[in-house]
């Protein structure tokens, strides 16, 4: 089909766009703290008239810029008469996008990357800038297969730094409680691009169920049936999961596997009441309401009301009337809810260093205060996590996170100072983790396990203790 120069035009208008929509979140997120996720979801949404390939182009190249900062920062230092600490805003954020649409998208053209580059700092009314944009771009094109990284076994800190963007301090704090080996498949892993898992209802027929992947596979979607656990599956391909055939009928939610596992773990039996504390979004609560199957009761919390809101949408549409949601502050001591609970779940707040794969910037918002920051916050939850459950009760202990403080030292913690001690988890864990799961803790591992980096841990209130 011919092309008219109408149409070209309108294209590269539209492209032009999106680069200049990336480099805005770019200028934001260095001025601000916020989360690039977040402000992805809200630009997206800003500019929805877009088509799914501008809006793919503008996540993939501004998630991407982030999370390759660190390497990306090291290369320009290496080209570019200006460090890169010392560049205006704009022109950083413009040489960083660039850099990265050329060492990362082959798709991309250079030649195009660099050209549009120098357009919008003419249109940014940086005039004076082209010249050195122009340069700086193509020097990293011309030289991107033979730049000079730090030495792997000279300066192996400084290489994972680089190769896998990672700030050199918490690869140090990952190597106190991992090897080499272990840590540099963390953080190959946080780089790949995973895909999306489902929890699929367990009450759903196999003739269901295969009649649904059959439906997304003909609009293209890859479906794959995760290793661990039946109903878990994982999707690929797929243009908004809201859009999926099964989704309005409830059929699906979207949660990692290693939050399925806690509520396996926890065993939950029909009748039993369960808390879950810090529940948004609200995977473990769907998933406990739906073991449960229509019996007993699901009190699902969390701080604010808009993360409630988006838990009581889910529970409408999955048709979860056993399971209640409000807004509390997990902080905050309910004497209503003392010794009600078979189980209470505290997915209590976390580091997150083990989702650094798929929330970019936590590795540049963490700090070590924070780490200290955040197990104090962790220890008021708990303090009034384990008065709700009763003698004989399970508190599941769990985080997204792979740091030994906030998990198994918080569990051993849990223990000394509560009348609580850890029981196997392995009968109710897949057979891949079985022997992992009989210390009552399991740490998983990205890159060593098919999950996120996540913990768990099984604790039992002992009876005439409390």
């Keep these: 089909m011919e092309i008219t120069e109408t149409e070209d035009a309108d294209r590269n208008f539209t492209k032009m766009n999106s680069r200049e929509i990336i480099l805005d979140m770019l200028l934001e997120l260095e001025k601000t703290d916020a989360y690039v996720n977040l402000l992805l979801a809200d630009v997206l949404d800003k500019y929805d008239y877009l088509d799914s390939k501008e809006k793919a182009f503008i996540k993939r190249v501004t998630e991407g810029t982030v999370e390759r900062r660190i390497q990306i920062d090291y290369i320009l230092d290496g080209i570019s008469k200006v460090p890169v600490v010392k560049m205006k805003p704009l022109i950083r954020a413009l040489l960083r996008s660039g850099t990265y649409q050329i060492l990362f998208m082959d798709a991309v053209p250079d030649a195009a990357v660099c050209n549009e580059s120098v357009c919008i700092a003419k249109k940014r009314k940086f005039v004076s800038l082209q010249g050195y944009v122009n340069g700086v771009l193509r020097n990293i094109a011309r030289q991107k297969q033979a730049i000079s990284y730090p030495d792997r076994k000279k300066e192996p800190v400084a290489y994972m730094s680089v190769m896998y963007s990672m700030p050199e301090w918490l690869i140090k704090r990952f190597l106190r409680s991992y090897d080499m080996d272990t840590v540099e498949k963390m953080l190959l892993a946080f780089l790949k691009s995973a895909p999306v898992t489902l929890r699929m209802e367990e009450s759903l027929t196999l003739e269901t169920r295969d009649n649904l992947f059959a439906e997304w596979e003909k609009m293209g979607v ?149 780490l200290k920051d955040i197990v104090a916050l962790q220890k008021e939850i708990i303090k009034n996590a384990v008065a709700y459950v009763k003698e004989g009760g399970v508190l599941m202990y769990s985080t997204c996170t792979v740091n030994p403080e906030e998990n198994e030292k918080m569990a051993e913690w849990i223990c ?35 999950t996120d980096g996540f913990f768990l841990a099984k604790l039992r209130c002992k009876i005439g203790k409390v």
């Excluded at 019996?295 to 009301?305: A, H, N, Q, W």
């Design 222 to 370: 890859k479906v794959s049936q995760h290793p661990y656990l039946p109903y878990a599956v994982q999707i690929e391909k797929a243009e908004g999961l809201k859009r999926l055939p099964g989704y309005d009928e409830g059929f699906f939610a979207v949660q990692d596997v290693s939050s399925m596992l806690v509520v396996e773990a926890a065993d939950i039996k029909e009748g039993q009441t369960v808390i879950d504390l810090c529940a948004s979004p609200g995977g473990k609560s769907l998933h406990a309401a739906s073991k449960l199957a229509g019996t007993g009761r699901v009190y699902s919390f969390d701080l604010t009301e808009q993360k409630v809101k988006r838990m009581e949408e889910n529970r409408l549409r999955m048709s979860k009337e056993n399971m209640i949601t409000a807004a509390r502050d997990a902080r905050v001591y309910q004497k209503e809810l003392c010794k009600l609970a078979d189980v209470v779940i505290a997915d209590v707040p976390c580091s997150g260093l083990g989702v650094i794969g798929k929330k970019q910037d936590i590795k540049y918002h963490v700090s070590e205060q924070s």
């Design 416 to 450: 000394e100072e509560f009348s609580f001690e850890p029981e196997s988890m392995s009968a109710y864990l897949p057979e891949q983790l079985k022997e992992s799961g009989d210390s009552g803790m399991l740490q998983l591992l990205p890159g060593i396990h098919e």
